[in-house]
């Protein structure tokens, strides 16, 4: 699901991985612009432990209308305060939903923009905030067999 005709500069989506992964060349070629000479991506992978535990697959739930709707406010927030009237930056936002195991592409954020400082600061807005407020679930699964639903952003250790 997406909602992208009210601003062509901004991408946002959600799916379901297990059925279409995500693409970087296709958040690349969404944010490349003449005016631009600088993308930045992020992509966020499935890793093999957490908090002292061993993780085998990830699943994501997503409440997809209302984190449509917050990662395009977080997109116009980061344009706001890194672009111009003159220099708009661009942005590309996908979060999937499903089973992924250990590797696969959670999400993918990438921010094009004439220059690298506004892209690097805008793309690390972009995750952070998406961190802490995007209706977005994990359920970690474990080698032993169980599982858990954690808080993305309660994990974040740094400053």
């Known amino acids: 699901m997406n909602d992208n005709d009210n ?34 991506l992020f992509l966020g992978a499935v890793r093999n432990h957490n908090m002292g535990r ?3 697959a990830v699943s994501y739930d997503v409440y997809e209308e209302l984190a449509i709707n917050n990662f395009r406010e977080i997109c116009e927030e980061a344009g706001e305060k890194w672009g111009t009237k003159d220099k708009p930056l661009r942005f590309y936002v996908v979060h999937g939903k499903g089973r992924l195991n250990i590797g696969g592409l959670s999400i993918m954020i990438a921010v ?3 220059h690298r400082k506004e892209s690097f600061e805008a793309c690390r807005y972009v995750i952070e905030q998406i961190k802490h407020r995007s209706p977005v679930w994990k359920q970690e699964h474990y080698i032993d067999g169980d599982s858990d ?4 952003h309660a994990l974040c250790q740094h400053g």
């Open 149 to 152: 639903w954690v808080q993305g």
């Open 112 to 114: 094009g923009s004439p």
């Open 7 to 40: 601003n062509k500069s901004i991408f946002v989506g959600v799916w379901d991985v297990t059925k279409k992964p995500l693409n970087a060349q296709d958040a690349l070629d969404f944010v490349a612009d003449d005016i631009n000479g600088a993308a930045d």
């Open 54 to 56: 061993q993780v085998k």
